[in-house]
């Protein structure tokens, strides 16, 4: 997320929106005491996880709304390198997520909880 989005769409939503803006702010503070540059996005926890789980569609099993391929699990050699496995156990690797749905339901759901009160 931005730290545009974030001030715009985050900060204003109750006591949660601004602890949060405020936790993002005080990283912010602490690298400029370093002259050190982290740029102006920022993670918010494991969104990823949340749109490919919770946010599933009724009518698919799978993540209807972000793309993956099926490949075999590579091994990993003594380097650390991956190396391709004929034999391994197919997993997903997504190649496309649906950004605009896992943020949108994220700040809908921060304005609907901050509604409440």
């Given at each position: 997320?931005?730290?545009?989005?974030?001030?715009?769409?985050?900060?204003?939503?109750?006591?949660?929106?601004?602890?949060?803006?405020?936790?993002?702010?005080d990283?912010?503070?602490?690298?400029?005491?370093?002259?050190?540059?982290?740029?102006?996005t920022?993670?918010?926890?494991?969104?990823?996880?949340?749109?490919?789980?919770?946010?599933?569609?009724s009518?698919?099993?799978?993540?209807?709304?972000?793309?993956?391929?099926?490949?075999?699990?590579?091994?990993i050699?003594?380097?650390?390198?991956?190396e391709?496995?004929?034999k391994?156990?197919?997993?997903?690797?997504?190649?496309?997520?649906?950004?605009?749905?896992?943020?949108?339901d994220?700040?809908?759901?921060?304005?609907?909880?901050?509604?409440?009160?």
């Open positions: 997320m931005s730290y545009a989005e974030l001030v715009s769409k985050v900060k204003s939503e109750g006591k949660t929106g601004a602890y949060l803006t405020k936790k993002i702010e990283l912010m503070e602490m690298v400029q005491r370093f002259n050190l540059k982290i740029g102006e920022y993670i918010m926890g494991d969104s990823p996880l949340v749109l490919l789980t919770a946010l599933q569609s009518f698919e099993a799978d993540p209807s709304s972000s793309s993956y391929v099926v490949k075999k699990v590579p091994k050699n003594d380097s650390g390198l991956y391709d496995n004929p391994g156990r197919n997993i997903r690797v997504y190649t496309q997520l649906d950004t605009r749905l896992m943020f949108e994220f700040y809908s759901k921060l304005k609907l909880f901050n509604n409440k009160k």
